[in-house]
């Protein structure tokens, strides 16, 4: 059917970019970008991209471009992974502290037929089943993968908050340089100070970031596999066994020495 003259087509990469926005990870690797190109604009322009329009587009040249790719890159790249690194040692000593307890430690016992990949690979290669070696290739790529995005989660989650952080220490009080912040203080200006916008914003960041290296320990070692599982436990009751037998053992000996010294 033909399309009318006036009839406007949304560009394939767009809707690609609405669909993508449906995913949680996506949405804040959009904001990130969001954030970057607010915050260097702020920095090298002056102005946000709340108050960029087309006749501004006019005063950038191939070197602002260029610029922002390479500013972009090098905080992604390299920056990015070393404020990671710090914050990441940051939070384990803190949540390994005294004062905090974020995860709980105790023992858990395996999942019934669950067992650890470790053990499965070991299983395979010692018995050279095609089967298992098979489940094991799929868990541990299903686990690479997953530990993949959750790096980039976790790069995003704290480029996010620093960018967020460095792009409000830029802004103008009087929510005058177009940038998100401003935005967002103008959306509920009746409610809270530009101030206090900026350090509401940076609280839930700093939460966001929490929760995502929080849930890095939630990720799934096991893989389900009968056969190994029954062998293990079989193991692991024998050694529960001897375990209590020599406790037996060890109680009933401390009974005769007690009873030879309420002799003497």
Not at 99 to 122: E, H, Q, R
Not at 179 to 192: A, S
Not at 199 to 208: A, E, M, N, R
Request: aromatic share 18%; net charge neutral; charged share 25%.
């Amino acid at each position: 059917m033909a399309e009318g003259k006036g009839s406007v087509v949304p560009p394939a990469n767009v809707l690609s970019l609405l669909d993508g926005l449906w995913q949680f990870d996506k949405l804040m690797k959009f904001i990130y970008y969001v954030l970057f190109l607010d915050t260097f604009l702020v920095w090298n322009k002056g102005f946000g991209i709340f108050k960029l329009s087309s006749a501004m587009l006019n005063g950038f040249s191939i070197g602002d471009v260029v610029s922002f790719l390479i500013f972009f890159g090098f905080f992604s790249s390299l920056a990015l992974i070393v404020l990671g690194c710090v914050f990441s040692e940051v939070f384990d000593r803190v949540r390994d502290s005294r004062f905090f307890n974020f995860g709980d430690y105790s023992y858990k016992p395996m999942p019934n037929g669950c067992v650890y990949l470790g053990s499965l690979a070991k299983f395979s290669m010692e018995t050279q089943s095609d089967l298992a070696y098979k489940i094991y290739k799929d868990a541990a790529d299903e686990k690479n993968r997953k530990r993949r995005c959750q790096h980039m989660a976790e790069s995003v989650s704290v480029g996010c908050f620093f960018v967020f952080v460095f792009g409000w220490y830029l802004s103008s009080a009087d929510a005058s340089s177009g940038m998100i912040i401003d935005w967002l203080y103008d959306f509920q200006k009746n409610n809270m100070s530009h101030a206090e916008t900026g350090w509401s914003i940076s609280i839930l960041l700093f939460i966001y970031v929490v929760i995502i290296y929080q849930s890095y320990g939630l990720l799934n070692s096991n893989v389900y596999y009968p056969p190994l599982y029954e062998i293990e436990e079989k193991e692991r009751k024998r050694v529960r066994e001897r375990d209590r037998e020599m406790r037996r053992e060890f109680e009933s000996k401390m009974r005769e020495m007690e009873e030879i010294r309420h002799k003497d």
